[in-house]
Each structure stands twice: as structure tokens, then as C-alpha cells.
């Protein structure tokens, strides 16, 4: 994986210098149709058997959920909202995971060179030999998405099977739906296509059916075709607008290289001024000074 | 009054107290600096790597804060901002450029020195409750916006003190005789009545 990534990366985290960008690749994307969605949670299967990662028996909750939210072993998660549209029950089940933002948050508030990386096919991916599992990826994501793990203090997320994607393999997910909910391909054919999608279900009466693809984040690559665009919250909390926090991006933007000069500023600014200043001395008028 | 005696202006405990501070202070900016812009992520190799340096800061920065408290309780009362005080800060920019002789008198701690006291200690306790919001090998259970906020304002506390404690230290280097106060805790005579004279009267009153 790491030979075929490793120069396509267009974006690293704590690098002000560009990474090794020559070589060019198709954006992807993931396309989940949620209107064909039949909540089996094989794509959860698959996910945890392509990366041979197990998570611990929990408990019932009460609800379809399980488990009952992401965690460092559970990279993908199908959440299911019961809502009333129409005057009907309406089963609402979103498959929920890294969006793989063009411009992700993660990546602009990790602090550990090289700890996350997007490639230039679009993939955000953690570099857990480079995490020093200080969790300031989870202050940075809009969709509440990494987890730090308690055995290794690292951070884990959804790879988009990069290692997969990387030989021409579509993700473990997509390879395991049954109803072809989950597509993969180019983005642009992917956003064409839940286009068309969207359009599809407007004739079938989801006048506000849409394909969720936020330009608040520039975009990602996973992307949602919701029968209910309009009400994206009712998914499972889905933000209708995300972008990254003020307080991470303003922060991460501009302050912290000002803050940078302002504090080698006043060291030089000290130091100008003892050259141009001298020192103060004391007087004393029967012994020199020391 | 003698004049050639030496004037003693901190005990044993107060210098110690001081360097232990100024240690775990330089411990604390160094790993947290290299977290702060990739410029300075080399900081990391001082404290064995990036890992060793995440789970370190914190303890560097409580520890850091406890033994302040021993320096505040003890100092608090000298730095309490007084109406001479103002009088000194309108003339602190003649001071700066070099010309001292119009400086109003002051006691045991002028003007600056009072508000690098209070930068401090405002800045310690920001620093030190923003710090447990993310510090989530103890407290992982903090909703993400107040994670956010946070290091938003551990940082920006943070550039607060780095830049108090680069003119406290100027200040040091630049008043001739001042260091000693804490490597010997005497100054002398001379010193005081330059930069102290009103501490220096109350010092050498009784003798």
C-alpha cells in the first residue's frame, strides 16, 4: 500500500512543503444510495473482515444500532432513525463512516507530521505509525467520525480501503452489498450517477431527494443519495451544511503561523533593543558596579 | 545605614520554588511548542519522540501550575496594581528608550513587573483548566466542542505566557544585577536604589 500511495499524496498533516505529488490519479468516490438500503450490515461484515479487525461483544441498546456507535474496531456503523413522513413509518438507516473530505478537518488539526495524508485520488487516511494519539483529528472533524483506541492510543477511521483501492479493487463494502446500494467509481461519475439517482426518486415522489456531496468541506468522497435531502439531520444527525469549526480552522489558518513570528519577534525585538539600548546599570556613587 | 551590606529580597524557598517553576516551564513550552506549528515539531526528539512528548506535556504543565500556587501565595500581595502604578506605565516608553531619570519611584515590584505577574498567573489558570478538556488519557468524556474551544485557547494562553516569560527574562538580562536576586537572593545597595528606591527605604528604615 504504501509503495503504490506514496507518491500521489497531495495533503499532509504538520508539512508545510509539499509531499511527492508527481504522480496523477482518478478521484474516486463511494456513492451510498440510502433508497436501497436494507439495513443487513454486511458492508459492517466485510469492513471488519478485509481489515481483520474484531470488535468486542457489546450490548443491546435498545435499538438496530450495533454497535451502538463507531469505535476504533468499527470503522463503519449503520444507524437507523424511525421517523414519520408522509403519514407513514419510514425506516431511515444511513451507513456511517469517513466522509473523506476534500478538505478535511482531521488532517488541518493534526499536529503529527505525516499522521494523516490525503491522496491524490481523493482518500483521507490515517498513518497510525505516525499518530502520537493526541486526538485533535476528532476536534477537527464536522461528522464526528475518528476514534482513539484504548490499547494503542491511536487514531482509527474508515481507509476507504486504500490498500484495496490502491490495485484497482473497489472497497470490502461496496464488493459485499447485496442490493448494489454501495457504488464505486470515479467521482465524477459517481456524483453523475447519484444525480441521475436523485432525479429517479423525485419521480417517485421524494420531491426533495438529493445527492449529499457538502461543498461546506469542498466535497467528499463518499457520498450520500438521500430520499429526504431537504431533512439531512434526520439521518442519524447528518449535518446539512459541515465545514470545519472556526475555532480549528481559523486557529489552524492564519493565527498560528502570526503566533509563530510574534513569539521569534520578540526575541529578536529584545535583542535589538539590549544592542541598541544597553543595559541598565545601577549607580552608586562610592562602589562600581558588579 | 550601611551602605555595603547587600539587601536580601527572596529567601531560599521562594528562589528554589522559582526554578523549579522556570524548569518545568521550559520542559512544558518546549514539548507543547512542538505541537503548536510543524516548525518546531523537532522539540519532539528532546522528549523521545512524538508519543513521549503527547503523554508528558500535560504532567510538565500541572506540575508546572501546582508549584506556582507556592510562588503566587507568597507574591500576590508585593504585585497588587496601584494608582502610582499608572503614573510609571505613562512613562515606561521614555524608559525603554533609555532615559530612566523621569521614572516615578517604586517599591518592591514596578508596574511591569506586576502585570508579567498577573499574564502569568491568568494565563497558568487558562492553560492549565483548558488543558483537561483534551487531556483525554483522564478525561476522555468532554463533548468535542469544548475539546475545541480547548486547544483553541490552550494556545492562544499559551503564546500569552511564552511571550510574558520572554520579557520577564529580557527584563532580567537587561537591569543589570537583577539575576542575582534569584541565583544568591541578595541584591545590592545600588541596585535598590535605582530601580527600587522606595523598597530600599522600607529595607534599610529599621537598620
Redesign the interface.
Known amino acids: 500500500m504504501t509503495m503504490q500511495s506514496s507518491l500521489d499524496i497531495v495533503a499532509r498533516s504538520?508539512?508545510?512543503t509539499p509531499s511527492p505529488s508527481v504522480r496523477q490519479s482518478v478521484e474516486v468516490a463511494k456513492l451510498i444510495d440510502e433508497s436501497k438500503c436494507i439495513g443487513c450490515k454486511a458492508c459492517q461484515v466485510a469492513c471488519s473482515q478485509w481489515n481483520e479487525i474484531s470488535d468486542d461483544m457489546g450490548t443491546n441498546v435498545g435499538v438496530y444500532d450495533n454497535p451502538s456507535d463507531l469505535t476504533d474496531k468499527s470503522w463503519t456503523l449503520m444507524r437507523f432513525t424511525e421517523v414519520e413522513e408522509n403519514g407513514s413509518l419510514e425506516w431511515l438507516i444511513r451507513k456511517d463512516g469517513c466522509m473523506h473530505c476534500a478538505d478535511p478537518g482531521c488532517l488541518k488539526?493534526c499536529?503529527?507530521?505525516g499522521a494523516i495524508v490525503q491522496y491524490a485520488n481523493g482518500i483521507v487516511d490515517f498513518k497510525q505509525e505516525?499518530c502520537?494519539?493526541?486526538?485533535?483529528c476528532?476536534?477537527g472533524c464536522p461528522f464526528?467520525i475518528p476514534r482513539?483506541s484504548k490499547k494503542d492510543?491511536k487514531a482509527y477511521k474508515c481507509t476507504l480501503c486504500s490498500d484495496r483501492v490502491s490495485v484497482g479493487l473497489e472497497p470490502a463494502c461496496v464488493k459485499t452489498c447485496p442490493t448494489g446500494a454501495i457504488t464505486f467509481g470515479k467521482k465524477e461519475d459517481m456524483v453523475s450517477y447519484g444525480n441521475t439517482r436523485a432525479g429517479e426518486l423525485k419521480e417517485r415522489g421524494f420531491k426533495h431527494a438529493a445527492l449529499y456531496n457538502p461543498a461546506g468541506v469542498g466535497g467528499t468522497h463518499v457520498m450520500y443519495v438521500l430520499k429526504h435531502g431537504d431533512k439531512t439531520e434526520q439521518y442519524a444527525g447528518l449535518p446539512s451544511n459541515p465545514s470545519i469549526?472556526p475555532?480549528?480552522s481559523l486557529?489552524k489558518g492564519a493565527?498560528?503561523?502570526l503566533?509563530?513570528l510574534?513569539?521569534v519577534g520578540?526575541?529578536v525585538a529584545?535583542f535589538m533593543?539590549?544592542m541598541k539600548?544597553?543595559?541598565?546599570?545601577?549607580?552608586?556613587e562610592?562602589?562600581e558596579?558588579? | 545605614m550601611s551602605k555595603t551590606t547587600d539587601l536580601r529580597r527572596y529567601d531560599d524557598n521562594t528562589r528554589m520554588n522559582h526554578w523549579v517553576i522556570a524548569l518545568l516551564f521550559f520542559a512544558a513550552a518546549l514539548s507543547g511548542l512542538a505541537f503548536f506549528h510543524p516548525s518546531m515539531f523537532f522539540f519532539t526528539n528532546l522528549f523521545g519522540g512524538g508519543v513521549w512528548t503527547r503523554i508528558l506535556h500535560p504532567y510538565f504543565g500541572v506540575f508546572m501550575c501546582l508549584s506556582f500556587v507556592g510562588l503566587y501565595v507568597g507574591l500576590h500581595r508585593d504585585n497588587v496594581i496601584t494608582p502610582e502604578d499608572k503614573a510609571w506605565l505613562e512613562k515606561a516608553g521614555q524608559m525603554l528608550k533609555g532615559d530612566k531619570a523621569g521614572m516615578p519611584p517604586v517599591g518592591k515590584y514596578n508596574a511591569g513587573q506586576k502585570i508579567v505577574f498577573w499574564l502569568m498567573t491568568g494565563s497558568l489558570v487558562v492553560l492549565l483548566l483548558t488543558g483537561l478538556l483534551f487531556w483525554h488519557a483522564w478525561f476522555p468524556d468532554f463533548p468535542i466542542w469544548a475539546r475545541r474551544a480547548g486547544v483553541l485557547l490552550h494556545a492562544v494562553s499559551a503564546v500569552v505566557l511564552v511571550l510574558t516569560v520572554i520579557m520577564h527574562i529580557y527584563a532580567a538580562i537587561w537591569v543589570k544585577g537583577t539575576v542575582r536576586a534569584m541565583t544568591r537572593g541578595t541584591v545590592t545597595q545600588a541596585w535598590a536604589k535605582t530601580n527600587h528606591p522606595l523598597w530600599h527605604k522600607e529595607m534599610t528604615a529599621d537598620k
Open positions: 504538520a508539512t508545510t488539526a499536529p503529527a507530521p505516525n502520537i494519539g493526541c486526538g485533535n476528532v476536534t464526528d482513539i492510543n469549526s475555532m480549528v486557529w493565527l498560528k503561523p503566533a509563530v510574534g513569539m520578540a526575541v529584545g533593543h539590549y539600548v544597553g543595559p541598565v546599570e545601577a549607580k552608586d562610592e562602589k558596579s558588579a
